[in-house]
């Protein structure tokens, strides 16, 4: 395809540049700082090395946490043999020449450091082999950490490298003991490992400490790499996602609210192919889950971000995993609708997303709706041994999030989505929630559709609709009001009277007509139509109450911005259909259909599901038929 950027094609066809040392001036603008931390700071500054070299499969081996020992091995490109010593030189790199190649850096090292700093902290013994070396080289580690008598000899190996550091701060007892328990530096080498392996699947990797192997990775599709990572909540209950506007790529995998964690321990965010923390883009992911989140889960997801790296200065941290926007507040705002959309696709079971038959049409689709982004263009792999430009990361998702449109609900959100073809929104129509059969214990309606059964739970359900639906009335203006036809009275203390004193007019403007009648009487007139229809009035006591409690809360001048899903939240909950009410087959079907025009209707307002879908080959399997 020629969608490949012009810009990118030489940087992909260029042969590996030779290692040299930067020059003072480009020395001095770099930032520097201490790499090795610790020894899952060497495991990825190795394998960062070993992904920049274009290996398609790496070995980590460690020993003691990697405190003992650390071995990286590689089937990249290998390094000449007349630049080896440079390898281990500070500040020499083969990666970037000049200012502008620092402005646009591509490769995930760039300060030629790394090596150099690891060999004065280290035993480090590196083997290397390029193709066209008749042997391989070896630097011992009595020469390693010292320039002078660097002298590489002749040795065993294939081509690739093979970096093995031994005794991390023999020379400095003082340092050694900043360092933890074997197990928790064996965790952060391993969070280290799984950050890059996130990031390429198309890498095969193996981990193993003390000799036993902790993760076998084959070359895998981005989904099948992220859920062997990530484990089987996560498998189950996620939305992929591909979202392009401008120059802005995004894609990955947003997990679903049943798939949170207690902490924030498994959200990788990558730019340009490099994982990174960095406050916009996590408050943005934060922003997007917040209707969908209790504030005490963390989400999970793998999300990569392409743009023109010149847009992105990734020169601003040591450890290379802060990066700065140049415009961030657009990065923000497209982040946030990507995830935010991922979230809102509509009625769809989050298991297993189907892989179709007509991938190829799908990919016809995907194609078309991607635009000239940094890294659009072909997926045929970049020839061997040379550095790899880390837009492969960006296409590699993208064609996850292409393998995918097909199985994908249409957006519901819409925007700026390619829509999929009309066929196959028809067939997706068909399989919706289906029909409905019955209730079940006054909890539960059960339907049938064309994969099998589909068990709601009704207040959950109901709850995100009437929520959803509270919001759209806000947001489109006046809030239409359903007067009572016998205004309701209750009896009130200080506290709820002088609330309704105070915030008569954000009551008024959610559609509530609640007024003070006696120093300890209040009454309700009116009621947001949307939540009216039961006209019980102990029933519309709670809701005023539970209102009045939210807006003290809250503080009326900040309710209605700050808080205002919350108060919603607490409305739709109020309103909703409660246990044991009896449901006509026709309320089943109503309620099934508006879950399917609703955004985010597969989670209430509490991120628990409100529905799920057992095909019937999972029947099937239950009764053991077709064996
Ligand atoms: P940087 O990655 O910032 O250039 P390093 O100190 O990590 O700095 O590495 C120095 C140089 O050594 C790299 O620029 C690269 O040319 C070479 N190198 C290091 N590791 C490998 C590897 N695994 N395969 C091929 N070349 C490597
Ligand atoms: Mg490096």
Sequence with gaps: MSAVPSDDAPRLAAARR?????????????????????????????????????????????DGGGMRRIVVADDGCGIPHDEMPLALTRHATSKIASLADLERVATLGFR??????????????????????????????????????????????????????ADLYHATPARRKFLKSEQTELGHCVEAFRRVAAARPDVAFTLSHNGRVVEHLNAATPLDRVMQLLGDEF??????????????????????????????????????????????????????????????RHPVYVL??????????????????????????GIHQFVFRGVADALARGAEPAASPRRTDDDAASTEVGARSYGPGPSAGSAAAPARGVAQSTATYGRLFSEAGRAFAAGDPPSMAGRDRVEASPERSVELDESGLGSAIGQLHGIYILAQNARGLVLVDMHAAHERILYERLKNVLDAGPVPVQRLLIPVTLRADDREVGTVEEGGEVLA????????????TLVVRALPALLAGNDDAADIETLARNLLRDLEAFGAS??????????????????????????????????????????????????????????????????????
């Design 558 to 627: 900040r309710v209605l911005t700050e808080h205002r899903n919350e108060l919603l939240s607490t409305m739709a909950c109020h309103r909703a259909v409660r246990a044991n009410r009896r449901l006509t087959l026709d309320e089943m079907n109503a309620l099934l259909r508006q879950m399917e025009v609703t955004e985010r209707a597969d989670q209430c307002n509490h991120g628990r599901p409100t529905w799920t879908q057992w095909a019937i080959g999972d029947l099937d399997r239950l009764f053991m038929r077709g064996r």
């Design 509 to 520: 403007s959610l559609g509530f007509d609640i007024a003070v009648l006696t120093p300890t």
């Design 112 to 165: 030629g450091e790394a090596l150099a700093s690891i060999a004065s902290v280290a035993r480090v013994t590196m083997t290397t082999r390029t193709r066209d070396a008749a042997h391989a080289l070896r630097i011992a580690p009595s020469d390693a950490h010292d320039e002078s008598t660097r002298k590489p000899a002749p040795s065993a190996g294939g081509v690739g490298t093979s970096v093995e550091v």
């Design 235 to 296: 498998a189950a209950a996620h939305r992929p996602l591909s979202w392009v506007g401008g120059d802005l790529r995004m894609s990955g995998f947003a997990g679903l609210p049943t798939a949170s964690r207690a902490s924030a321990s498994a959200q990788y965010f990558y730019v340009n192919g490099r994982y990174v923390r960095d406050r916009i883009l996590a408050h943005a992911v934060r922003a997007a889950y917040q209707d969908v989140l209790h504030g005490d």
């Design 18 to 62: 030779p290692i040299r040392g930067l020059p003072d001036g480009l020395v001095s603008q770099i930032a520097a700082g201490e790499v090795v931390e610790r020894p899952a700071s060497v495991v990825k500054e190795l394998l960062e090395n070993a992904i920049d070299a274009g290996a398609t499969r790496i070995d980590v081996k460690l």
């Design 304 to 329: 990569a971000l392409d743009l023109d790296p010149a847009m992105v200065d990734v020169n601003v941290h040591p450890s290379k995993t802060e990066v700065r926007f140049r415009e961030s507040r």
